[in-house]
């Protein structure tokens, strides 16, 4: 059973920033993607920045230019660098792993929640 691992949460004041980190385990198949999705009180579940194996990246429009996604193939970790945070980004962080093929499977952590204050 796959095993994510986030860190990094907590609670920082609006134009802070912080670091949000999450390594897989028990990985047996390839891993194609991972992400990073937040989800906020009353709302849905929404993509933040995706990177796939080879390195390409996309991001949620509201992050662009603030937030930064890289991935450490080797030790299968996904980071998530969130500078001049805003009060909105405030939400429980989901890291996500697409891994396997025929078909790729989704993988989910536990979440961890990131506040905002102002």
């Known amino acids: 059973q796959v095993q994510l691992a986030e860190s990094g949460g907590g609670l920082v004041q609006a134009g802070g920033s912080l670091k949000l980190s999450c390594a897989a385990s028990?990985?047996?198949?390839?891993?194609?993607?991972m992400a990073w999705y937040r989800q906020a009180p009353g709302n849905q579940r929404e993509l933040v920045a995706t990177?796939?194996?080879?390195?390409?990246?996309k991001y949620a429009d509201s992050v662009k230019g603030r937030f930064t996604i890289s991935i450490d193939n080797a030790v299968k970790t996904v980071s998530l660098q969130m500078n001049s945070l805003k009060t909105e980004d405030t939400a429980v962080y989901y890291c996500?792993?697409?891994?396997?093929?025929?078909?790729?499977?989704?993988?989910w952590g536990q979440g961890t929640l990131v506040t905002v204050s102002s």
């Open positions: 996500n792993v697409v891994a396997g093929v025929f078909p790729p499977k989704n993988y």
């Open positions: 990177i796939t194996r080879a390195g390409s990246t």
């Open positions: 028990r990985v047996v198949f390839r891993i194609n993607s």
